[in-house]
């Protein structure tokens, strides 16, 4: 590695260019390091203000290679944690009772984690989907994408020094393979299938001859809706484009703000890509990975949002009396495979454990801790799904980079078909706007479960979306589309898309309400509900960009108020009827869950003067939010207010909290007196008691939680002994707003909340944590002469050194 000044750059960025150009003889002798001067794969980074590398490279493998890179600068212990993880080493380096960070699965321990990756391994499963030819298998751009990552991340390791705490010296950060890059993309793509059913999957095993009780359909069917419902407790979204009708210059708009992890392996980073002639986008990379999921090139920008379709279903086994690993199929007896795994474990000896798979797929005795699906003599059910053949997420994201307009981002999903859990918003620079649920999801018809649902699926699938088919039956298989790419799920023609609406908005709810006055229906109950009430954050998000759009004339500058708005809408509802109704308890007491009398007479002119609002000086709003959370917690969802859900309003209700409910004195009692006991003023700024801990000092965060409906979602984590909400979990991540002047540049503003490294020494830990704080952004330098005029700009050239 070597770093050069700024005069330097130009010539290094023009020899790239120069070498794109090469003939391919000549780029190869370079690729086989013959080239004498330039041994093996290079790339130049240009870091520019927080750290934020731009990335040049003449093709994808030495792109990979520069984006490896640079990851394992700003996130070594965090890439190399993960790379653990899919190589089912976890309890070999760490014990098997430990727990995973989630970010690629939800095994609850180590061992778990390692049965379902060694098995994965050991089965060639990844290995199986790269040797299919595109489009159902990678690109040859990102296998030499992956391959060059590898290369990168290795080259770091080998020329540099581990300062990072986490994991300086640690003898489980290793060099990796492409391979090894690739499951990693696997894993992502089966976290909400597979990956949702790791502990059931691996705790699978015949029954012993002790009955169990068949699991109940109305139990099932509410535990699995909480079991969706997870998807978006860690992982979330808004979205919003803009169509010309709407802007200031004719010119789509984009606001992207996805709820991510703020710890741990499924972080974004930041960068810019560059491949001359080829190449050139912006945005934000699950970490891992090679491509940027969430960006913006010089004409088009989009966003995802965790989708409410369902990307797996249940096959009920009808099995052999005399063999429970015998299941039949149209009377057919079907032995099932048997995959026995060993993992090595830190201080023990070596762990075997059997995993059974079927032609759905693995044997499951439950779906997460309260979704029991036990294995008797008779009945067993087996997860099908259908992201567990699909690694085409990268060649989607690149197919996203390189488009011209919104047209092509549909083109592009249309063609690769890789996006396994989120819908895309787009917008372009000629002012058009796309919404589209263009999710893998297996092909279960209304048609197909309501022929093939088993009793147990007759209840899970209107009520949850979860379908669980008679496996015994040949005619209950899934199909097949002509326009898919694969057998059993849905091909483009069937998914929900929405173009050039005025705006087009998601926040996790489904599809129906993209845009409230072109709603969107007639799709599958996979896809998601139409005509159900809608979370409160989709009620606040649908309220605020219709009015945006009939206001018009918006630029990139209303983008960046509406992110930091704060506004909280469940305060819009209900602060005010709260208020009133604690002035009116009598002697200005009501009684806490511990039976306890409180003076609650304070509270009542700080809800009512409360700004409704989660910026960090607001005062009242902790109060608010510690009411909130227990009054929804212990109030139920039909007796919270005095209008109901209605679909003729589906904005605008539910409304008018109902204060006569048992639980709202309460409540009110409750947070009153929690709040007393930690010392906390119940008028104190949201800010002196909510934020995180960088480096020994206190940085304020903004924002709510997600029954309050904010568009800027935290999850902060309660320690009133630490002063209140004390660390974030999840919440705004890698933030974008973008547009277009007319000129060669896109207008971008950025922020990536969690900052770019995760290593407490770099000058990157926290920097845009404190513009995030602050509700400051990130100008985006996207052309040459923005990124060459950087005050901050620091050049470096890597390259493998053989």
Not at 177 to 203: E, H, K, N, Y
Not at 474 to 491: E, H, K, R, S, T
Not at 542 to 560: F, K, P, S
Request: aromatic share 8%.
């Amino acid at each position: 590695m070597r770093t050069r000044p700024r005069r330097f750059v130009i010539a290094a960025v023009a020899l790239l260019t120069a070498t794109a150009g090469l003939p391919a003889s000549a780029a190869e002798r370079q690729d086989r390091g013959e080239h004498p001067s330039y041994g093996g794969l290079s790339a130049v980074i240009r870091y520019t203000e927080y750290g934020i590398p731009h990335i040049v490279a003449r093709d994808y493998a030495n792109l990979g290679f520069g984006t490896g890179w640079a990851q394992a600068a700003d996130q070594v212990c965090t890439l190399a944690d993960g790379f653990v993880t899919v190589r089912g080493e976890r309890s070999r380096f760490f014990g098997p009772d430990a727990a995973p960070d989630s970010s690629l699965s939800s095994a609850a321990k180590n061992l778990s984690s390692d049965l379902y990756f060694r098995g994965v391994r050991e089965a060639g499963t990844v290995e199986k989907l790269l040797a299919e030819p595109a489009p159902r298998g990678p690109s040859r751009q990102a296998e030499e994408l992956m391959r060059g990552f590898a290369a990168g991340y290795n080259a770091w390791l080998r020329q540099n020094r581990i300062t990072d705490p986490a994991c300086a010296g640690a003898a489980w950060v290793r060099p990796v393979t492409a391979l090894d890059v690739a499951t990693r993309g696997f894993a992502l793509a089966v976290l909400g299938g597979q990956g949702r059913a790791v502990d059931g999957i691996t705790a699978a095993q015949p029954p012993t001859g002790t009955a169990v009780r068949a699991p109940d359909a109305e139990d099932t069917a509410r535990a699995a809706r909480e079991l969706l419902a997870a998807d978006t407790a860690d992982m979330g979204s808004n979205a919003v484009a803009f169509s010309g009708a709407t802007t200031a210059n004719g010119r789509g708009l984009l606001l992207g703000n996805p709820h991510y992890p703020w710890q741990g392996g499924r972080r974004f980073w930041q960068s810019q890509q560059t491949i001359p002639g080829e190449l050139n986008v912006a945005g934000g990379s699950l970490l891992g990975t090679a491509t940027v999921s969430i960006g913006h090139n010089a004409r088009v920008a989009w966003s995802h949002t965790v989708a409410t379709g369902v990307p797996l279903n249940l096959h009920q086994l009808t099995l052999d009396p005399a063999d429970p690993t015998v299941y039949l199929v149209d009377g057919e007896r079907e032995r099932m495979t048997k995959r026995t795994v060993t993992v090595d474990v830190r201080d023990g000896a070596p762990v075997t454990r059997t995993q059974w798979w079927t032609r759905y797929g693995p044997v499951v005795n439950a779906m997460g801790a309260t979704l029991p699906l036990p294995w008797t003599a008779t009945t067993a059910y087996a997860v099908n799904d259908p992201n567990a053949v699909n690694l085409r997420a990268s060649d989607t994201a690149l197919g996203f980079s390189r488009a011209r307009n919104t047209g092509e981002v549909l083109g592009a999903l249309k063609r690769t078909q890789g996006l396994p859990w989120v819908n895309t918003i787009a917008a372009d620079s000629s002012g058009h706007t796309l919404f589209t649920q263009s999710q893998v999801l297996p092909r279960i018809t209304d048609e197909l479960a309501q022929s093939c649902s088993t009793p147990l699926g007759r209840v899970t699938y209107p009520s949850a979306g979860l379908a669980i088919l008679d496996g015994s039956r040949a005619a209950c298989a899934l199909g097949a589309d002509a326009d898919a790419v694969q057998p059993g799920i849905f091909g483009p023609a069937k998914l929900p898309t929405l173009k050039d609406a005025p705006y087009a908005e998601n926040s996790n709810d489904s599809a129906w309400l993209a845009n409230a006055d072109r709603p969107l229906t007639g799709y599958e109950r996979v896809f998601g509900t139409v005509g159900t009430q809608r979370s409160m954050r989709t009620r606040g998000a649908i309220e605020d960009v219709d009015a945006m759009a009939e206001r018009g004339r918006l630029t990139v500058r209303d983008l960046q108020a509406q992110q930091f708005a704060n506004r909280v809408p469940a305060g819009d509802l209900a602060a005010g009827d709260a208020a009133k109704a604690c002035a009116a308890l009598p002697g200005g007491t009501a009684t806490g869950s511990d039976g306890r009398a409180v003076d609650v007479s304070g509270a009542c002119a700080v809800l009512d003067a409360w700004d409704r609002g989660t910026d960090t000086g607001s005062r009242g709003a902790l109060l608010f939010d510690r009411f909130w959370r227990k009054l929804s917690a212990s109030v139920p969802a039909a007796q919270l207010w005095r209008v109901p859900f209605s679909a003729a309003d589906p904005v605008g209700t539910p409304h008018t909290l109902n204060t006569a409910a048992p639980g709202f004195a309460t409540a009110l009692a409750d947070a009153v007196a929690e709040l007393r006991a930690a010392g906390i003023a119940l008028d104190a700024p949201l800010g002196e008691h909510q934020f995180v801990v960088r480096n020994g000092k206190r940085i304020a965060v903004p924002g709510g939680t997600e029954s309050l409906g904010v568009w800027n979602k935290v999850e902060p984590v309660w320690n009133p002994a630490g002063g209140g909400y004390t660390e974030v979990s999840t919440g705004s991540s890698y933030i974008q707003a973008v547009g277009w002047d007319g000129g060669r540049c896109p207008v971008a503003r950025t922020l990536l909340s969690y900052s770019q490294s995760s290593n407490p020494g770099s000058a990157h830990f926290s920097d845009q944590t404190r513009l995030f704080s602050g509700e400051k952004w990130v100008t985006s330098r996207f052309c040459e002469w923005d990124i060459l005029t950087s005050p901050s700009l620091r050049l470096v050239v890597v390259r493998e050194r053989r």
